[in-house]
C-alpha cells in the first residue's frame, strides 16, 4: 500500500470546535422534525459510502434496533485510532470536534459526500449515548459519549482495545436524544427509500437493511447491479415508455458523470440530481449543464432533420424535458453546496464536465440510433403545441382585471402586510370557510376556500392548469408567481404568507385533497415546500365530555384508544367534518398558534418524493387508496 493509501491520525484536519450544535441543531440537520431525526442516520451512513467511493468498502449494515437506537456498520478501514498531534486519539477528534476529518487535507478520500465534516461529530452532539466499535489493526478499540462527552478512560493516552478481529470497519450505535428532537422514532419508510437510492448510485455496493422494533420487524437487503439504469427503470414503473433506458458514463478534470434517462408517454419532467451520493433536491450546476446541453443538441438535430424550420423559434428546455425521467450522479472531489443541508450543487466546474460529456454521448448515440431520437424530438413538439396554448391561458389570465380579493368572496385576506408573521390557510368547502372566517385572527390570518377538489395536476396539461379557477385563485393569492419553465416567474421572495396552511376534513376526502394541492406545490412551486413554508392542519377527530373534568380533543384512534383506558364515562363527540365546528371550537382546535398541531411538509430524497406523487396523482386508483388510508395521518408536528 503506498503513502496515498495510508489512512491515519496524520490525515484528520481539525478546523473548528463543537460548542453550538446542541443550541442550534436546525443549523447542522436541517431541523428537529422525523427529516432531521433519519439524518443522523444519513450522515453515518455517508461516511461509510466515502469509504466505499475511495475503494474501501463494500458493505453497509444498517439497523433499527429495538431500544430505539440505531446501528452503522461498514467493513472500511475503520477510523483513524492512533495519537493525534492534538494529544487525543484521532478516533476521538472525529467524534468530539466539528470540521473535523479525513476529507479536508489531500490523499485519504478522493470523493466525499460528507463535505462539511459535521457528521459523526453532530449526531454525536445530538444523542443520548454513541457507541463506537473501531476493528483496526486487529483489534476492536471501543469508546463511548453521553451528550457528546466521553465516558471511557483511555489507556496510555489511547482508546481501550475489548477484543482481538481479524476484521476491519467501524460499528456505531447511538439513541437520539429526546431533549432534542420532537420524536426518536426513526421513520423505516424513509430510510429504506434512501438506502435503496444510495444503492442504485453504487451498483458495487451491498446494503443490509434490518428492522428490530416490535411490529415492525423487516429484512431487506439493497444491491441494485444496473445502477442508475436500474434507478430511472425504477421511477418509471407502471408507465409507458417510449424506448428502453440510456445511459452514459463519462469523466472530465477528475470529475465523474453518470448520466440515465428514458422517456415515457406523459406530460412531465422528472430529472433527479446527485453529487457524490447526495440528492440535490434544488439541483445545481451539475443539472444546469446536462439540461443546457440535452437542449441544445436536440435542437440542432431537429433542425438537420427539417422538423424545424428557418422561420421556427428552436424548443425550450421544457419542451425537450417533455416526458423525461432521468438520473444525473456526478462525483465531484472538492463539492460545494448552498447551505449546509446540501441541496443545491455550486461549482461551475460541474456545468462544464456535464455539459461536455452530454453532448459528445448524445450525439454518438443519437447517430446510432434515429428511431429514438425521432421519439425524443416528437415529445418536444408535443410539448410546444401544448405550451402555446398555455401562453395564451397565461395571457387570458393576466390581463383580468386585477379583482380584489378581499371583496370577491373567495379570499378573506389578513390586515398585516408583513409576509413573516402572516398565514393563509386553503379551507375545504364554503362552510367551513365561513366558520374559520370568523374564528382567525385577522391581523395575520387569511382565510381561501376552494370548491370541491382541485384539478390533478399529474395528468393535466399545462393550458388546463393555468386555466382551472382554484388554482388561479391560489396563484394571485400567493403572489410570487407560478414556475414553469415557460413564463418562469416563480419569485420566493414576494410570498405573501409565511406558512400556507392546508385545512381539510380529518378523513380520507380531506387526505385526497390534501395531496391533490401538494401535488400542485411539488410539481410548479417545489420551492414552498423545500423553504419549508407548506403546512397540514390536523383537525381533531373526536371531542371527549367526561363526567368530571376538562373536555379533550383526540387528534387519532390512538389517542381514543388512550383516553378509554383511563375514563370510563364520556361522552364522544364525532367531527366528520370542519364545517361541524362552530368559531371558537376552530379556533382553539386548528388556528390558535398556541394550541392548534400543524405537519410541516418536508421532502426527504428524490425516489421517495417521486414515487409518492406517481402513486397519489397517477391512474392506480386503488393503490392511491391504500396509501392514503395508511399515510393519513403521518405527521411532522410543528405548531
Request: net charge negative; with cysteine; aromatic share 8%.
Amino acid at each position: 500500500m503506498g503513502a496515498k493509501d495510508t489512512y491515519n491520525a496524520q490525515n484528520i484536519t481539525v478546523l473548528e470546535g463543537l460548542e453550538a450544535v446542541r443550541k442550534r441543531p436546525g443549523m447542522y440537520i436541517g431541523s428537529v422534525s422525523v427529516k432531521g431525526l433519519n439524518h443522523l442516520i444519513y450522515e453515518i451512513v455517508d461516511n461509510a459510502v466515502d469509504e466505499h467511493l475511495n475503494g474501501y468498502c463494500d458493505s453497509i449494515w444498517v439497523t433499527l434496533e429495538q431500544d430505539g437506537s440505531a446501528t452503522i456498520k461498514d467493513n472500511g478501514r475503520g477510523v483513524p485510532v492512533d495519537m493525534h498531534p492534538k494529544g487525543l486519539p484521532a478516533a476521538r477528534i472525529v467524534y468530539t470536534t466539528l470540521h473535523a476529518g479525513g476529507k479536508f487535507g489531500d490523499g485519504a478520500y478522493k470523493t466525499s459526500g460528507g463535505l462539511h465534516g459535521v457528521g459523526s461529530s453532530v449526531v454525536n452532539a445530538l444523542s443520548t449515548y454513541m457507541d463506537i466499535q473501531i476493528s483496526k489493526d486487529g483489534g476492536i478499540h471501543h469508546d463511548r459519549y453521553e451528550r457528546g462527552v466521553p465516558v471511557v478512560e483511555l489507556v496510555d493516552g489511547l482508546l481501550p482495545i475489548i477484543g482481538k478481529t481479524r476484521q476491519t470497519g467501524t460499528r456505531i450505535n447511538f439513541l437520539p436524544d429526546e431533549e432534542i428532537f420532537d420524536q426518536i422514532h426513526f421513520k423505516a419508510d424513509a430510510v429504506k427509500s434512501r438506502l435503496h437510492e444510495t444503492a442504485y448510485l453504487n451498483p458495487e455496493l451491498t446494503i443490509y437493511f434490518e428492522n428490530k422494533r416490535f411490529g415492525e420487524e423487516e429484512k431487506v437487503v439493497f444491491h441494485e447491479k444496473e445502477g442508475i439504469r436500474g434507478f430511472v427503470r425504477a421511477l418509471n414503473e407502471g408507465k409507458e415508455t417510449i424506448h428502453d433506458v440510456i445511459a452514459f458514463h463519462g469523466e472530465l478534470d477528475q470529475i465523474v458523470i453518470d448520466v440515465a434517462f428514458q422517456y415515457i408517454n406523459d406530460f412531465q419532467e422528472n430529472v433527479l440530481g446527485f453529487c457524490n451520493n447526495i440528492y440535490t433536491q434544488e439541483g445545481g450546476t451539475h443539472l444546469t449543464g446536462f439540461k443546457t446541453s440535452f437542449t441544445t443538441v436536440i435542437n440542432s438535430y431537429a433542425r438537420e432533420l427539417g422538423i424545424l424550420k428557418e422561420k421556427d423559434t428552436n424548443f425550450t428546455g421544457a419542451d425537450v424535458r417533455n416526458g423525461m425521467t432521468a438520473v444525473v450522479s456526478i462525483k465531484h472531489p472538492d463539492p460545494r453546496f448552498e447551505g449546509q443541508t446540501k441541496t443545491k450543487l455550486d461549482n461551475p466546474d460541474a456545468t462544464k464536465a456535464t455539459s461536455q460529456i452530454t453532448n459528445e454521448e448524445l450525439q454518438l448515440f443519437f447517430d446510432k440510433n434515429l428511431e429514438i431520437l425521432k421519439n425524443v424530438i416528437g415529445c418536444a413538439e408535443k410539448s410546444a403545441k401544448i405550451r402555446k396554448a398555455e401562453e395564451k391561458a397565461r395571457t387570458n389570465m393576466l390581463t383580468k382585471p386585477k379583482f380584489s380579493f378581499d371583496s370577491n368572496g373567495k379570499l378573506a385576506n389578513c390586515e398585516s402586510r408583513d409576509a413573516s408573521k402572516c398565514e393563509i390557510f386553503i379551507v375545504e368547502g364554503d362552510s367551513a370557510g365561513g366558520s374559520a372566517k370568523m374564528a382567525r385572527n385577522r391581523l395575520y390570518q387569511a382565510i381561501l376556500p376552494i370548491r370541491g377538489k382541485i384539478l390533478n395536476v399529474e395528468k393535466a396539461t399545462m393550458d388546463k392548469v393555468l386555466a382551472n379557477a382554484e388554482i388561479q385563485t391560489m396563484i394571485l393569492a400567493f403572489g410570487c408567481g407560478f414556475s414553469e419553465g415557460y413564463g418562469n416567474d416563480f419569485d420566493i421572495s414576494k410570498l405573501r404568507y409565511h406558512k400556507i396552511i392546508i385545512m381539510a376534513d380529518a378523513d380520507v376526502d380531506g387526505a385526497h385533497i390534501s395531496t391533490l394541492l401538494l401535488t400542485l406545490f411539488y410539481r410548479f412551486m417545489p420551492e414552498l415546500i423545500y423553504e419549508g413554508h407548506v403546512y397540514i392542519a390536523m383537525p381533531p377527530l373526536y371531542k371527549a365530555i367526561p363526567k368530571r373534568g376538562a373536555e379533550e380533543y383526540l387528534y387519532d384512534d390512538k389517542a381514543l384508544e388512550k383516553y378509554r383506558k383511563t375514563h370510563k364515562n364520556f361522552i364522544l363527540q364525532r367531527y366528520k367534518g370542519l364545517g361541524e365546528m362552530d368559531a371558537a371550537q376552530l379556533w382553539e382546535t386548528t388556528l390558535n398558534p398556541e394550541t392548534r398541531m400543524l405537519k410541516r411538509v418536508e421532502i426527504e430524497d428524490g425516489k421517495m418524493a417521486s414515487d409518492v406523487t406517481s402513486i397519489l396523482m397517477g391512474s392506480d386508483v386503488p393503490l392511491r387508496r391504500e396509501f392514503i388510508y395508511n399515510h393519513a395521518k403521518e405527521a411532522e408536528i410543528d405548531a
